[in-house]
């Protein structure tokens, strides 16, 4: 029978598994779409909301897989791709594409933030104590 420091150690390791997973796909794709792959230009050109937008969605993707891969600030950038594959997903449908792939990114973005979300009570009540303090 496991004991439960072995079950922790099991959940731990799996979740810096199911980070560096989506650290890795996403320094790929945020840099894919920073360097103008032309793959990236056309897709971002079909969208219709000009070439801003790839960059914006190009830095948010590899500023949240930088993220992943910090303790500290993993939480983070598992919400700020939440609503990156969610826009991904519409994008897919849209286009007549498989949402499956964003779908499974979409659905380990949320188990890493629901994993670490004693985080937010952490620096939640890091605000309250210095809000109160001052």
Same mark, same amino acid.
Request: glycine share 8%; charged share 10%; no cysteine.
């Given at each position: 029978?496991?004991?439960? *420091?072995?079950?922790? @150690?099991?959940? =731990?390791?799996?979740?810096?598994? @199911?980070?560096?997973?989506?650290?890795?796909?996403?320094?790929?794709?945020?840099?894919?779409?920073?360097?103008?792959?032309?793959?990236?230009?056309?897709?971002?050109?079909?969208?219709?909301?000009?070439?801003?937008? =790839? /960059? !914006?969605?190009?830095?948010?993707?590899?500023?949240?897989?930088?993220?992943?891969?910090?303790?500290?600030?993993?939480? !983070?950038?598992?919400?700020?791709?939440?609503? @990156?594959?969610?826009?991904?997903?519409?994008?897919?449908?849209?286009?007549?594409?498989?949402?499956?792939?964003?779908?499974?990114?979409?659905?380990?973005?949320? *188990?890493?933030?629901?994993? =670490?979300?004693?985080?937010?009570?952490? /620096?939640?009540?890091?605000?309250?104590?210095?809000?109160?303090? =001052?």
């Amino acid at each position: 029978m496991p004991t439960d *420091a072995t079950k922790k @150690t099991a959940a =731990r390791v799996a979740l810096w598994i @199911t980070q560096l997973v989506l650290a890795a796909m996403f320094l790929f794709a945020g840099g894919a779409k920073l360097a103008g792959s032309e793959k990236m230009v056309q897709l971002f050109a079909a969208i219709g909301w000009g070439q801003w937008f =790839r /960059y !914006f969605t190009g830095a948010v993707e590899l500023s949240a897989a930088v993220a992943l891969l910090i303790p500290s600030a993993a939480l !983070f950038g598992a919400i700020l791709l939440v609503p @990156t594959m969610i826009g991904a997903t519409i994008a897919n449908l849209a286009f007549g594409q498989s949402p499956a792939p964003p779908i499974v990114l979409l659905l380990l973005a949320v *188990a890493v933030a629901w994993t =670490r979300r004693h985080q937010l009570q952490a /620096y939640r009540g890091g605000w309250i104590i210095r809000r109160t303090v =001052r």
